[in-house]
């Protein structure tokens, strides 16, 4: 059990991301809150209780920790398969049949549009690092208060960060599998789920693509 925990500790700090990972400065409440987190995640505590708010944490401190973390393991997870998700195997984003995922940012795609999956991805990612750079949503200092939107924005990030493993666990688990990481992957998955719900961060008919999986492997 301790071998699996350093295994999964080692794969989630790897470098190969898709893109640079974001970091926490050092002796900030965030940083410590993220080492605390990991740690947890890492000591073989049950998944459901790693999830839970620790006592005297603000709860959008924890979110924003999360939603961080989050992104810097999906950015890895999907960086060990980018390389085989290309226009001409995933000329849509989906998740399936069943499944389709169009774009949209308010700016360049001011209306939703189909676009192929790394396409999407790579926009998603950007929009992603943008929205926990910007210090107005995702306040570092501490003290310096979370704006009035900041739920949403962190249920939209969460929410869009889902559809990549949606993508990846229904068109690339083969090679999930090739590359030994599908303990890894699903661990990743297991703590986001539990920690989404947890929070009702994510509407459940957003969760339908992976209900099967879900069902296997959570429960």
Known sequence: MAAARQAFSQFFAKDKTFKPKKRFESGTLKYNLHKQANASLNSGIDLKEVVKLPPG???NDWIAVHVVD?????NLLYGTIFEHCTEQT???MSGGPKYEY???DG???KKPTALPAPQYITLLMEWVEAQ?????LFPVQVGKPFPKNYMSI???ILKRLFRVFVHVYIHHFDKLLAI?????VNTCYKHFYYFVTEYNLIDKKELEPLRDMTERICH
């Open 57 to 59: 944490e603000d709860v």
């Open 154 to 156: 962190a249920k939209k």
């Open 102 to 104: 169009h774009w949209c």
């Open 90 to 92: 995933c000329p849509t």
């Open 180 to 184: 030994g990481a599908e303990a890894h």
């Open 70 to 74: 989050f992104f810097n393991r999906i």
């Open 132 to 136: 926990i750079n910007d210090e107005n």
């Open 107 to 109: 700016v360049n795609y």
